[in-house]
């Protein structure tokens, strides 16, 4: 078989929005930090399974990422031999118009469709059907499928080079936030089993390791070596303590070289009872010690354990989030709004139970029956799933046909949820300060020196750079209940710390007059009208880089005028601030340690992510 010339693409713009009019990429505001208001995270991501298919086969290819229509055909009528489409299920009206499109204008390419879109088109569309827009339907892992269909060894390891980074940060502080966030895929599949999950289905409850303990060390130390500019490591998998071996080996790795705690900033996996296993057979220094700096939980339901769902059966949910806070481990508690056993006399105490563990971060959704799951499977069959658009399947699908609730009532639910957590603890910010503030003392008092001699930095440059936010979140606090909290935190700050320097209390000033200027134009022009849109990038996979840590070169579309104009604006701001900055800190000799944190965020436009 001769060379093959490949396309990978992304679903073509524009995208459909998710109800409450946010954007389909853009998962810290649409869940993670969702309902803040200003202090909402902005953030953008990037189509890593392609990237991974792109890097572990020997034949050069082209990447695009969220392409528009004229970039797309433009792309297919070169004549391409394989096209592959990665996407969700609300991406699939479009995929099916691409798909038409390459039959018709690229009769010779092979079509091959992967991911949850992959999943829902296998699962809703008969044999006929799909041959007629797509030649492989590929679900799991594709690379070994890819290797085998082009003649090369399928069985060789699996690697993961530098890809591009995400990013995240408070909209009036960066509206295209630089990359700030590194992607590494640990596993893949869960072997949880839970029928509502695509993860669990797609890979037949089976678990298939992408990194090792060693090769995941490795990769963290080349995304730092390589871009010094990432504040968080995010690391998929569905449930990393499901493993402790494995995570004990990570810690192992860092304890050998614990200067490098200082800078560990990782995002887990984890469901309570095997964060808490975890926990009693390393100790709770142990979290510190592979450097968890987020974890996302699945709380489900306070009812989840009566009901069949392994979440909670031997530790109690308030107890695992209690002790990760007291240690500085920020949380992602997530719930689900819609369950056969939530009724009118149960749901708002169950909504409570999870505001009651005050998580750092939060992602409410109803319970979506998506097509290829058990749960799709058996609600169809009890004639329970509306017929709704593709683009209405997701996380907040009104497809459920619900026992006792109403559809509009789960959507209501779940916005009055994140309404809730932000009335009643403050923005995901403030309640990130008061953990980190947390952590600290912990690490203080701890008479593991690993925890205090160095994991301890990590919390002080960390409060340090969200207390430059508390002028603003006093200033635009919901209500004095959290207005009072973050003077609260004020206090404690300065108790820990001391006097902020001349660098914070100039840089908190700057802030607080960017979220002035924000507040203003809000109120006559929302963010929320306009809809986060991701910028077209191709990715040249040539093989000419296969020595480099970054395996690809980039080509960017121009940028329209106004988002043109937003980062020449950004850019003028943001070099006044750091010549200020820099200015002040060879006066301000009180914390250099801090200082210089805060100037090296400013320089690289990098400040807080999760």
């Known amino acids: 078989m001769g060379e093959k010339s490949i396309l990978f693409t992304t679903p073509t713009f524009p995208y459909p929005t998710l109800p409450a009019n946010d954007s389909l990429t853009d998962a810290a505001g649409q869940r993670f930090t969702k309902g803040d208001g200003m202090f909402t995270l902005y953030s953008h991501s990037h189509c890593f399974a392609n990237h991974i298919l792109a890097q572990n086969i020997n034949v050069p290819s082209v990447l695009l990422e969220y392409p528009r229509w004229e970039d797309f055909t433009r792309e297919v009528e070169k004549g391409y031999d394989i096209i592959g489409i990665s996407a969700f299920p609300p991406h699939l009206d479009n995929v099916l118009k691409m798909c038409e499109y390459i039959r018709a204008k690229s009769p010779q390419s092979v079509i091959m469709l992967g991911s949850y879109a992959a999943q829902a088109f296998a699962a809703s569309y008969d044999a006929e059907t799909q041959k007629r827009y797509v030649d492989h339907v590929i679900l799991g892992e594709g690379v070994k499928f890819l290797r085998e269909y082009l003649g090369e060894e399928p069985h060789r390891p699996i690697s993961q080079r530098l890809m591009p980074r995400a990013g995240a940060a408070p909209p009036f502080l960066n509206l295209h936030p630089q990359g700030n966030i590194g992607f590494l895929i640990t596993g893949l599949g869960c072997i949880g089993g839970c029928d509502f999950c695509s993860t669990t289905a797609m890979f037949d409850k089976k678990r298939i390791e992408m990194l090792s303990p060693r090769e995941l060390v490795e990769h963290i130390k080349l995304y730092h070596e390589h871009f010094p500019e990432i504040v968080l490591m995010f690391l998929i998998e569905e449930d990393h303590f499901r493993f402790p071996e494995y995570l004990n080996e990570i810690r192992e790795y860092w304890l050998d070289n614990p200067s490098v705690i200082e800078n560990l900033d990782i995002f887990y996996f984890g469901s309570i009872d095997y964060i808490g296993e975890f926990a009693k057979e390393y100790g709770w220094d142990a979290l510190g010690e592979i450097g968890a700096g987020t974890i996302f939980i699945g709380v489900e339901s306070k009812y989840a354990g009566d009901h069949g769902y392994e979440k909670r059966d031997e530790v109690d949910a308030r107890m695992v989030f209690d002790n990760l806070h007291s240690m500085g481990v920020r949380t992602?508690?997530?719930?689900?709004?819609?369950?056969?056993?939530?009724?009118?006399?149960?749901?708002?105490?169950?909504?409570?139970?999870?505001?009651?563990?005050?998580?750092?971060?939060?992602?409410?959704?109803?319970?979506?029956?998506?097509?290829?799951?058990?749960?799709?499977?058996?609600?169809?069959?009890?004639?329970?799933?509306?017929?709704?658009?593709?683009?209405?399947?997701?996380?907040?699908?009104?497809?459920?046909?619900?026992?006792?609730?109403?559809?509009?009532?789960?959507?209501?639910?779940?916005?009055?949820?994140?309404?809730l957590l932000y009335k009643t603890w403050g923005p995901c910010l403030l309640r990130r300060l008061e953990v980190t503030m947390n952590g600290y003392e912990y690490c203080m008092r701890s008479a593991n020196p690993v925890m205090r001699e160095h994991k301890s930095k990590f919390f002080k440059k960390q409060s340090g750079l969200v207390w430059l936010l508390l002028q603003p979140l006093d200033r635009f606090a919901p209500n004095g209940v959290v207005r009072r909290r973050v003077r609260k935190a004020d206090e404690r700050f300065r108790q820990l710390f001391g006097e902020p320097t001349a660098v914070m209390k100039a840089a908190s000033m700057v802030l607080d007059s960017r979220a002035i200027r924000f507040y203003i134009k809000e109120m006559f022009d929302p963010l929320n009208r306009h809809p986060k849109e991701e910028p077209c990038k191709k990715y040249i996979y040539d093989k000419k880089r296969n020595n480099s840590a970054?395996?690809?070169?980039?080509?960017?579309?121009?940028?329209?005028?106004?988002?043109?104009?937003?980062?020449?604006?950004?850019?003028?701001?943001?070099?006044?601030?750091?010549?200020?900055?820099?200015?002040?800190?060879?006066?301000?000799?009180?914390?250099?340690?801090?200082?210089?944190?805060?100037?090296?965020?400013?320089?690289?436009?990098?400040?807080?992510?999760?």
């Open 550 to 610: 970054v395996p690809y070169r980039t080509e960017r579309k121009s940028p329209s005028l106004k988002t043109w104009m937003e980062i020449r604006d950004m850019n003028l701001r943001h070099e006044m601030y750091e010549h200020l900055l820099k200015n002040l800190k060879h006066v301000s000799k009180s914390d250099e340690d801090i200082d210089n944190y805060i100037v090296e965020r400013m320089q690289a436009r990098s400040y807080v992510a999760f």
């Open 332 to 419: 992602v508690g997530a719930w689900i709004c819609g369950w056969d056993f939530h009724h009118h006399a149960n749901i708002y105490e169950d909504l409570n139970y999870l505001v009651s563990l005050k998580p750092t971060y939060q992602q409410l959704t109803r319970l979506s029956p998506f097509p290829g799951t058990e749960l799709w499977t058996r609600m169809k069959e009890e004639g329970r799933v509306y017929d709704v658009p593709w683009e209405d399947v997701h996380f907040w699908s009104g497809s459920q046909k619900n026992v006792a609730l109403e559809p509009h009532e789960t959507l209501n639910l779940t916005e009055y949820g994140y309404d």
